[in-house]
T-cell receptor, first 115, second 114 residues
Framework: ETGVTQSPTHLIKTRGQQVTLRCSSQ?????VSWYQQALGQGPQFIFQ???????GRGNFPPRFSGLQFPNYSSELNVNALELDDSALYLC??????????????FGEGSWLTVV | GDSVTQMEGPVTLSEEAFLTINCTYT??????LFWYVQYPGEGLQLLLK?????DKGSNKGFEATYRKETTSFHLEKGSVQVSDSAVYFC?????????????FGQGTTLQVKP
């Protein structure tokens, strides 16, 4: 039990639709990151939010966007879904920006299938 | 850019066998190195970490030593159990990035048979 909860756990969307995934961080953690994990691959960093501001972004197009709320919960939004967006989306929270001083905790993920 | 390369799996071992999963990295500066484990149906869990050269991380019988001269962080365990069956990910982050961005290898599946 990491204290990081994600919803929904599974969902199916049609190409071109939009999706919102949600994450509740571990208590006291002000930093949240999102990762995309394609089947059989390692997770890829999408972006990080710190105190409600984006603080770093990986190689993902602008149709991937996020929000962090004052209670440090977070959303990942993906517009104009493509088949290649099918993956496990992981939320990770930490008590520091660098992820070195404090452990990064991952949720169990949201499985997105785009058909 | 920074990258992590792991040995390809799956790795299949008998219970009580010795385990080595190789991991090498490419990065500027002095990254921090991690091993994460993903059990079936679960999220990633931190297994161990090392933040500077020659550091040894250890947890639950697993060990890995940060070798800067060979840019490696191989995972070892002296005697594996069936319950160790999982996918293992090597990862790095650079403190200087100030983002906590983890760069992962592709993962190595370990299957331990009774």
């Amino acid at each position: 039990e990491t204290g990081v909860t994600q919803s929904p756990t599974h969902l199916i969307k049609t190409r071109g639709q939009q999706v919102t995934l949600r994450c509740s961080s571990q208590s006291g953690h002000n930093t949240v990151s999102w990762y995309q994990q394609a089947l059989g691959q390692g997770p890829q960093f999408i972006f990080q939010y710190y105190r409600e501001e984006e603080n770093g972004r990986g190689n993902f197009p602008p149709r991937f966007s996020g929000l962090q709320f004052p209670n440090y919960s977070s959303e990942l939004n993906v517009n104009a879904l493509e088949l290649d967006d099918s993956a496990l989306y992981l939320c990770a929270s930490s008590g520091d920006l660098t992820g070195v001083e404090n452990t990064i905790y991952f949720g169990e993920g949201s499985w997105l299938t785009v058909v | 850019g920074d990258s992590v390369t792991q040995m390809e799996g799956p790795v299949t071992l008998s219970e009580e066998a010795f385990l080595t999963i190789n991991c090498t990295y490419t990065a500027t500066g002095y990254p921090s190195l991690f091993w994460y484990v993903q059990y079936p149906g679960e999220g990633l869990q931190l297994l161990l970490k090392a933040t500077k050269a020659d550091d040894k991380g250890s947890n639950k019988g697993f060990e890995a030593t940060y070798r800067k001269e060979t840019t490696s962080f191989h995972l070892e365990k002296g005697s594996v159990q069936v319950s160790d069956s999982a996918v293992y990910f090597c990862a790095l982050t650079r403190r200087s990035s100030n983002t906590g961005k983890l760069i992962f290898g592709q993962g190595t599946t370990l299957q331990v048979k009774p």
